[in-house]
């Protein structure tokens, strides 16, 4: 039955049996209805609560000392979850997260990088030897701040070419 | 049987039950060993949340203490990670059981509820794993949560909701434990008791025919015996195993060999030579499917029902056999390297 008959057959008033049963089957509807509505309404709203997120307040430029301190080499730097490393041209950051699955690469045999988690082997300049990484590790943006110290932005990434000369 | 109005815990069975796959020697008592498992671990759980806090910083602090300073906490610790430990197996018994055996013919439903189960025991083992916040669980935390991002399209809403953030941190550690020890744990408690009133609305256990019945007394009596023994077993080994705790997760140590916990060591190996959204999301998933699936495809026929190694059921029984097998043999592919 649709619904603009049973909500005639309502306001009409009939008192006969057909139109006492559409009002009845019409209640039901609406209180079926109005329970819906309103639990889609409440699961919505807690839907929005759980989604919510805290403010993240985590700082992505990092210092990593004075230049002095790291000598020609790769050095890893905790702080910032980055290998600094100083060759002929200059300096880089290359970031330790494995770009797998997110574990810290570990230096390995003839200037490799390995992954300790599933296995992956990097160059020493972040490009991928052996998988089952398939992104090259990220060269981070250094920098030396109006402090002296070396400083990386772990958002900000550039290309693998890129060296800070001082 | 008895003339007397029953006890309530005696409701948990039907007035009588068919003799013959009522006997240890037909079920191991398998079903039975799991749900006496998840009581103890509910309560040495509950006990554990008397001292144990949920940060960062305080917990291992924190299991230190229940560990080793506050009295029998190193033998409440050990018991609630070995019935963890155990359960899985158990767990995953009882499954193989129910196959081999035809368990599953004639009430498919709770086939999937007891599958439900087995996913739960898995996620309430690994949250629980992730509550020491030690190096190990710190390592497979960030890639069970990473492999999250892999799913296309819902995958980073879904890093969130679980991580409760960008990243791991604080959030993150309060989320898996109001998972651990209230929504998975009701869930389970939840399905628990749907996967126990299925098995007594359908008759009892599982039966070929119309063999001489026994009655539910007589069975409790039974489990109560095994329950003892299985208590005995679990005290006896957190007596003589510790429980692992190493030294604070710090997302920036290098660490030489992170491992997952032993029952997702199976994915890790996958994930050494298959892409993070095949190995880590799309196997696991076509694992349960496929499970799901056998007794509405490989073994749809009821006859053989309550019989070990019936014929009807050998190509699901096979299937079901190279499945766990193949598991099996990537654990221990990724436990001896």
Known sequence: MSVARLVTRFTEGKRDGAARAGRRQFLAWLARGTLAGAGAIVVGQVLRFLSYQPASENTTIIALGQPEDYPPGVHYVRAAQTYLGRDTEGWYALDAVCTHLGCLVEPAKDGLFSCPCHGSYFHGDGRVKTGPATKPLRHLYLWVDQDGLLTVDRTREVSSTVRLLL | ?337
Not at chain 2, 258 to 269: D, G, M, Y
Not at chain 2, 293 to 299: G, N
């Open chain 2, 1 to 337: 049987v008895s003339r007397q109005r029953p006890n309530f815990f005696y409701h948990i069975h039907p007035p009588t039950i068919p003799a013959r796959e009522a006997r240890f020697q037909y079920t191991f008592g398998l079903g039975g060993i799991s749900l006496f498992l998840f009581l103890v671990l509910v309560l040495t759980g509950v006990f554990e949340m008397f001292v144990y806090i949920p940060t960062p910083e305080g917990a291992i602090a924190s299991i230190r203490e229940i560990t080793y300073v506050a009295p029998y906490g190193w033998l409440l610790r050990n018991m609630h990670f070995w019935a963890g430990q155990l359960m899985v197996g158990t767990v995953a018994l009882h499954m193989a059981r129910v196959v081999f055996s035809g368990g599953y013919k004639g009430r498919r439903a709770n086939w999937l509820i007891g599958l439900a189960l087995l996913v739960l025991t898995l996620f309430l083992d690994f949250t629980g794993y992730v509550l020491r916040w030690d190096q190990d669980t710190g390592w497979a935390l960030l890639v069970g949560t990473n492999l999250l991002q892999a799913i296309p399209g819902i995958g980073p809403a879904l890093y969130r909701f679980v991580a409760g953030g960008q990243r791991i941190g604080a959030p993150t550690l309060l989320r898996f434990y109001t998972w651990h020890v209230f929504g998975l744990a009701l869930l389970a408690f939840i399905l628990i008791g749907w996967h126990i009133f299925r098995v007594r609305r359908d008759g009892g256990i599982s039966t070929q025919g119309q063999g001489p019945r026994l009655s539910r007394e007589q069975l409790v009596r039974t489990e109560l015996v095994a329950a003892m023994l299985t208590l005995a077993a679990l005290v006896g080994l957190s007596l003589v195993a510790d429980a692992p705790l190493g030294p604070p997760a710090d997302a920036t140590a290098l660490v030489d060999e992170p491992q997952a916990p032993w029952f997702f060591l199976w994915v890790q190996e996958l994930l050494r030579v298959a892409s993070p959204l095949v190995a880590g999301i799309l196997v696991p998933l076509g694992v349960l499917l496929a499970l799901a699936a056998l007794p509405y495809t490989l073994d749809r026929n009821d006859v053989g029902t309550g019989r070990w190694f019936n014929r009807p059921g050998r190509v699901a029984q096979v299937a079901f056999l190279v499945l766990v097998l193949g598991i099996l043999m990537l654990i221990l592919r990724a436990v001896l390297r």
